[in-house]
T-cell receptor, first 111, second 115 residues
Framework: DAKTTQPTSMDCAEGRAANLPCNHS???????VYWYRQIHSQGPQYIIH???NNETNEMASLIITEDRKSSTLILPHATLRDTAVYYC????????????FGTGTRLQVFP | GAVVSQHPSWVICKSGTSVKIECRSL??????MFWYRQFPKQSLMLMAT?????????EQGVEKDKFLINHASLTLSTLTVTSAHPEDSSFYIC???????????FGPGTRLTVT
């Protein structure tokens, strides 16, 4: 799988939008962009995924650039409970694929 | 989303003993299960992948004779840490996926401490 690059840490004020960037410049045409997050001492939680188009669900929005070399996860109204490590992963969906986690971005939401 | 449970949530064992961790998919059939290990302040490291009824495939550097993985049913996988040592102390997380589903669901993790 292609590798991703994320900032080590970010801060965000409660109630503001949190924009988490991810670079995946070597992504292949059949690789999806996935986002997971891990709250301290818990298992990772799926957030969202996309291939080419922007995606939105009840948790977040995913903006993928036209060349697919980078993406941004947007938490529209961050809360203290969104404090976590956010992982951006690229993955080929299939029977033999596997999620390989990078170092992620530690998001701290402050009051 | 679907639910994956792990048991126990934490365990303390003495050096040299073996410990088994169970991972269950509660509302889906996990044709593929994954086991990860996470040391403090580090990311998740994939240890092995197993398909139901088949032998697990281990990642490079993971000792298959030390970390025994069984995936005998579509809802249960077990990880046995044999002859545990303090350096095996870690957070072990399992994950399951049904077929080639887009989503992979994670358990809450098991914290192992070897004294």
């Amino acid at each position: 799988d292609a590798k991703t690059t994320q900032p080590t840490s970010m801060d965000c004020a409660e109630g503001r939008a949190a924009n988490l960037p991810c670079n995946h410049s070597t992504i292949s045409g059949n690789e999806y962009v996935y986002w997971y997050r891990q709250i301290h001492s818990q298992g990772p939680q799926y957030i969202i995924h996309g291939l080419k188009n922007n995606e939105t669900n009840e948790m977040a929005s995913l903006i993928i650039t036209e060349d697919r070399k980078s993406s941004t996860l947007i938490l529209p109204h961050a809360t203290l409970r969104d404090t976590a490590v956010y992982y951006c992963i690229v993955r080929v969906v299939g029977n033999t694929d596997k999620l390989i986690f990078g170092t992620g971005t530690r998001l701290q939401v402050f009051p | 989303g679907a639910v994956v449970s792990q048991h126990p949530s934490w365990v303390i064992c003495k050096s040299g003993t073996s410990v088994k961790i169970e991972c269950r998919s509660l509302d889906f059939q996990a044709t593929t299960m994954f086991w990860y290990r996470q040391f403090p302040k580090q990311s998740l490291m994939l240890m092995a992948t197993s398909n139901e009824g088949s032998k697990a495939t281990y990642e490079q550097g993971v000792e298959k004779d030390k970390f025994l993985i069984n995936h005998a049913s579509l809802t249960l996988s077990t990880l046995t840490v044999t002859s545990a040592h303090p350096e095996d102390s870690s957070f072990y997380i399992c994950s399951g996926r049904e077929g080639s589903s887009y989503e992979q669901y994670f358990g809450p993790g098991t914290r192992l401490t070897v004294t």
